[in-house]
């Protein structure tokens, strides 16, 4: 037993409880280290109840083929993945990897698109980037059950996304977790950490917690727990709006990256992107837009009922792509910054864990520094 | 379910899962419906278990159905309208053509 | 954008919303009433102008405090105030924007100041077997008497406690209804809590007397009334066919209907939403906002009247409505504070004289805990029939609070947005944490404040309106 008012010891300790640090925290108890997760309180900034639920390829990594890997390596893991989270917790996380589709309204939005994902493409050096344009008909036979509005002329396809329930993993992920012997530790905001000899001590609310290796994956929190340990990463909020309507009968077989059926017969609808600062409430006029374009996409979602809204602020670095870093002065400490949480919780149990228990990192991790955003010509 | 023990006002007629039945100017539907016949108005989405109007005052959402066409809607705050057509709902709602 | 401006926005066209739209108006000020229902009213008054002209006679059967509910809607007739029936608010911003929908097409209204005057609603009553159909609260088979002129057929019993238990079983006694068994929640421990406050309810004393008087014509009508005070549980597998006791010489009763009483609680969704501050009823287990004399709230533009602010009656909640429409007039710089305080005199003493009786009733009432932290069958959120132990098992998982609990379980996420299991959840995490309500928090609420259809926010900047 630890001297009362000592603080309790892990192996590592992983600030914060949203999708990322769950995710790392099951890899890192797998490799049989003691992890604990701090967390906050009920009420706070929690961008991982803001998830729309996409395991998204298409699109992503725009400037950095690494990042285009690394999703492709996350959307690759996650059928095992979340095999292995129902196997152990009973909870069916919603899993599917139909492929997805980005639906596009006139020949603007079409050729913008097209512009868009050739760049990605050549960005990679040719390398085989698994996305396709498909045509209206083409998508009519892909959602028998929907009757598309006249403005859709056709989408961008890709066979490597899907999507998931975002509140079952996260359940799931808790759940494993404690089977697992983790600790986690809620009403836990760490206020400071500090070098004591080989570990680190962290100071927070709910009382001490001390480890050789820390893991921030505090999502808005990295901004102030960051610099102070050499990881001085410029996140900012950007705001993004999510509606979800009642359940509904089936009708959507596949994700798309405004709309999304749930397994529970909801649908979903996105997404948003407003620079707000740190105000997470709700803007009446962009509920309104993402409800007209939904409308016009289509038409049949008029009489569906909205039940929820949400406002969510995302992790974004200046060029959209993660970070993954360990602190050159302060070693054992790690930053994870990300805005997709869900997409990349495979990856981030099944790989980055072992970087941080002491594998060499994998060859994406050499795009997802934090000297480039300090070392570029201004 | 209920009766009426007073008829007073201007009657219409509306229907009811095919059936037209006589009601009040004033009622509700969900009041209407739970004249018309005991039993569920609607089966619940997640279990499908069978459910009826419990507070009547647009609160408990357990009064749900298909109300000229638009599913999912609450029969204890829409007053009823000659030859409105309603309908218990059977589980999640549908999605209906595009309008 | 097809937006209307105002200088006071009322919600809710209750005593409390009728009387402060009255008084604001009376005070010079430009008012909009936006009512849910059809008709004026709200819930305690529901229909009564309706009834008065139709069917008159009810009247006496509902008694002289609902018919006096008919002189406010004729004050609110004559008033120079624009009343939107049928429009469901679903945003209110905290800079006092209103936004509604008629059923067809979201609109929004800028306000000054905005009272909002959403009531009560009953205190969900989670026993086993209570979402059968023929369950009901007591008060919707009142709003089918007071709106339908309904009767339910069969064997009726009613379980619970407090006065509209007793005052609802002798209205349907009267209309008719064959009643079986009224069972009672209240103890011999809840007489004694209540007893010392028994002389400050004296200047209600024609409560009290209302009370005995309704007990005394039950009985004499050879209704059984019988004491439950470890619950009951509803049988039937499609409907409900009986109510049974829990206890050691636990009886069935037959009963096709089923009515449920347990208090009523104010209706905070749209406080929460804007983020009013809140505190905890430690008697009566429910949340209220903090608002003074005048229902004033932690923000300046925002005010609120009636049971919405704390659960007082109908008598109060009007006297609270005009006390509200004064405040804002002040507020709006349309009277002094002097003249604010020499009107606001007869209702401080109105409101004061109708309250006195709630001390005695909120610890003579109080919710039993089988009803606040049911077993682990009994479902507590009935849109995504989630159970107590579901919840107590979230807890068990580090969920802190509500709102990790609905990432967890869906529980709130549902069609009625948590207004059934709000209080539940609450309390079953405060236990489960042992922590106190009032740490344990709510869950966050945000727009809309009911659901909207897509098409309706689709056409909120259309100026003609969708089909």
């Known amino acids: ?378 | 379910m209920m009766h009426r023990r007073n008829t007073a006002g201007e009657r219409v007629t509306i229907n009811i899962d095919g059936k037209n039945v006589e009601a009040v100017v004033g009622e509700s539907v969900a009041a209407a419906v739970l004249a018309a016949g005991a039993g569920a108005t609607r089966t619940t989405p997640v279990s499908g278990a069978p459910r009826a109007p419990y507070c009547m005052m647009g609160v408990c959402f357990e009064c749900l159905m298909d109300i000229d066409g638009i599913p999912n809607r609450q029969a204890c705050m829409v007053s009823v309208t000659p030859g409105m057509k309603i309908k218990r709902q059977a589980g999640a709602r549908t999605v209906g053509g595009a309008s | 954008m097809s937006e209307q401006a105002c200088d006071v926005v009322v919600i809710g066209a209750g005593p409390a919303g009728m009387r402060a739209a009255v008084t604001a108006a009376n005070e010079g000020l430009s008012v909009t009433l936006i009512d849910e229902q059809t008709e004026a009213g709200g819930q305690i008054y529901r229909a009564v102008a309706r009834v008065a002209r139709t069917r008159p006679a009810d009247l006496t059967l509902l008694g002289p405090e609902y018919a006096a509910g008919g002189d406010i809607v004729l004050e609110l007739d004559a008033a120079d105030i624009t009343v939107l029936h049928g429009h469901t608010v679903w945003q209110i911003s905290q800079d006092g924007t209103v936004w509604c929908s008629d059923g067809t097409k979201a609109k929004s209204i800028t306000a000054r100041f905005v009272i909002m005057a959403s009531g009560a609603q009953e205190r969900p009553v989670p026993v086993p077997g209570w979402t059968l159909p023929g369950v009901m609260t007591a008060g919707a088979a009142q709003i089918l008497l007071k709106s339908a002129a309904m009767v339910p057929d069969g064997p009726v019993a009613l379980y619970g406690s407090g006065p509209l238990l007793l005052l609802v079983a002798d209205q349907l006694l009267s209309a008719g209804a064959d009643i079986r068994v009224v069972a009672e929640t209240t103890t011999f421990k809840d007489y004694l809590n209540a007893a010392p406050h028994l002389l400050g309810a004296l200047p209600a004393s024609k409560y009290l007397k209302k009370g005995i008087a309704l007990r005394r014509h039950l009985k004499a009508a050879g209704v059984p009334i019988i004491k439950a005070p470890n619950g009951v549980s509803i049988e039937g597998t499609e409907r409900a066919t009986g109510l049974r006791i829990i206890g050691k010489h636990g009886q069935t009763f037959e009963a096709e209907t089923i009515l449920l009483q347990q208090g009523v609680v104010p209706n905070t969704q749209a406080s929460w939403q804007l983020r009013l501050d809140h505190a905890w009823h430690a008697a009566q287990h429910y949340w209220y906002p903090t608002t003074d004399r005048f229902g004033a709230t932690s923000l300046a533009n925002v005010f609120i009247a009636g049971d919405g602010a704390g659960i007082f009656g109908a008598e109060a909640a009007a006297a609270a409505g005009a006390l509200a429409g004064l405040g804002v007039a002040h507020a709006a710089g349309n009277i002094s504070a002097a003249a604010r305080d020499q009107k606001a005199l007869p209702f401080i003493a109105l409101h004061k004289k109708a309250a006195a009786i709630r001390p005695l009733l909120d610890h003579l009432f109080p919710p039993p805990a089988h009803i606040l932290v049911p077993d682990d069958a009994t479902i507590i959120c009935r849109c995504e029939e989630i159970t107590a132990g579901q919840v107590r098992d979230a807890a068990k998982l580090g969920a802190p609070g509500p709102n990790q609990l609905k990432a967890f379980l869906r529980a709130g996420m549902g069609p009625c947005q948590g207004r059934m299991c709000g209080l539940s959840v609450v309390e079953i995490m405060a236990r489960a944490h042992g922590k106190s309500p009032a740490e344990i928090g709510a869950y966050r609420i945000r727009p809309p404040l009911k659901p909207l259809s897509l098409a309706e926010l689709a056409a909120m900047d259309d100026d003609t309106p969708t089909p």
């Open chain 1, 1 to 378: 037993m630890p001297a009362p008012g000592a603080p309790r010891t892990f192996d590592v300790a992983v600030i914060g409880g949203g999708m990322i640090g769950p995710a790392v925290s099951l890899g890192l108890l797998e490799r049989g280290l003691r992890v604990c997760i701090l967390d906050e309180g009920d009420d706070v900034l929690r961008v991982a109840r803001g998830n729309f639920g996409l395991i998204w390829f298409q699109g992503k990594g725009f400037g950095m083929p690494r990042y285009v890997e690394w999703t492709r390596r996350s959307a690759m893991l996650y059928a095992d993945f979340a095999a292995e989270l129902k196997d152990s917790t009973g909870v069916d996380i919603g899993h599917a990897r139909p492929g997805g589709l980005e639906l596009l309204l006139g020949e603007d939005e079409l050729a913008h698109r097209q512009h868009y994902l050739g760049q990605i493409y050549q960005q990679g050096g040719g390398a085989n980037y698994e996305v396709e344009f498909i045509d209206r008909k083409q998508v009519a036979d892909m959602l028998p059950n929907v009757t598309l509005g006249e403005d859709v002329i056709g989408a961008s396809y890709s066979p490597l996304d899907g999507h998931v329930n975002p509140l079952f993993l996260l359940r799931a992920m808790h759940t494993r977790f404690q089977q697992a012997g983790g600790t986690y530790l809620p009403h836990h905001r760490v206020s400071g950490v500090r070098k004591d000899g080989d570990a680190y001590t962290l100071d927070t609310e709910g009382g001490s917690v001390s480890a050789p290796k820390v893991v921030i994956a505090a999502g808005h929190g990295l901004k102030t727990l960051g610099p102070p340990l050499g990881l001085d990463i410029p996140i900012r909020p950007q705001r993004g709006h999510i509606m979800v309507t009642e359940r509904a009968q089936p009708m959507l077989p596949m994700p798309i990256s405004a709309f999304r059926q749930t397994v529970e017969g909801s649908i979903m609808l996105g997404v948003s992107a407003e620079e707000a600062g740190y105000d997470d409430t709700i803007d009446t006029a962009t509920l309104h837009t993402i409800a007209a374009r939904a409308k016009r996409t289509m038409p049949q979602l008029g009489n569906l009922n909205i039940v929820r809204t949400w406002a969510a602020l995302r992790v974004l670095t200046p060029d959209k792509c993660p970070v993954y870093a360990e602190s050159d002065s302060h070693p054992g400490i790690f930053g994870i910054a990300s805005h997709s949480g869900v997409t990349l919780a495979a990856a981030n149990a099944k790989v980055t864990a072992g970087w941080i228990a002491g594998d060499p990192p994998p060859p994406e991790f050499e795009a997802f520094t934090v000297e480039r955003f300090h070392d570029a010509p201004a």
